[in-house]
Nanobody
Framework: VQLQACGGGLVQPGGSLRLSCVASGSIYSIKTMGWYRQAPGKQRELVADITSGGSTRYADSVKDRFTISRDNAKNTVYLQMNSLKPEDTAVYYC???????????????????WGQGTLVTVSS
């Protein structure tokens, strides 16, 4: 399973960006997809995640500014980021948890995967 993220870039404070991440491979189902971020010198932290049923969680720092959504049929998760602040600058990582795959022996057990990071820089 591979997770391919895109959409990062340089944006001015107050601007918007939309990240997307596509999971590919012999995927049967994905329980949760989400976004984490890691700023220089800091630990990786949860930004937002969403279950296959549509339940969401957000970090307090991004509530009311970021919106996570998901297309289950396309195994794709999106993160709409509005009102961006310099403190949102970080490498953003896509995550998929509870991934079950088609295998030659049936459906696999649940596993987790990470995508490569995409850099978001908020600066004037």
């Amino acid at each position: 399973v591979q997770l391919q993220a895109c959409g990062g870039g340089l944006v001015q404070p107050g601007g918007s960006l939309r990240l997307s991440c596509v999971a590919s491979g012999s995927i049967y189902s994905i329980k949760t997809m989400g976004w984490y971020r890691q700023a220089p010198g800091k630990q990786r932290e949860l930004v937002a995640d969403i279950t296959s049923g549509g339940s969401t969680r957000y970090a307090d720092s991004v509530k009311d500014r970021f919106t996570i959504s998901r297309d289950n049929a396309k195994n794709t998760v999106y993160l709409q980021m509005n009102s961006l602040k310099p403190e949102d600058t970080a490498v953003y990582y896509c995550n998929a948890e509870g991934v079950r795959r088609y295998t030659a022996w049936g459906i696999s057990s649940r596993q987790g995967y990470w995508g490569q990071g995409t850099l978001v820089t908020v600066s004037s």
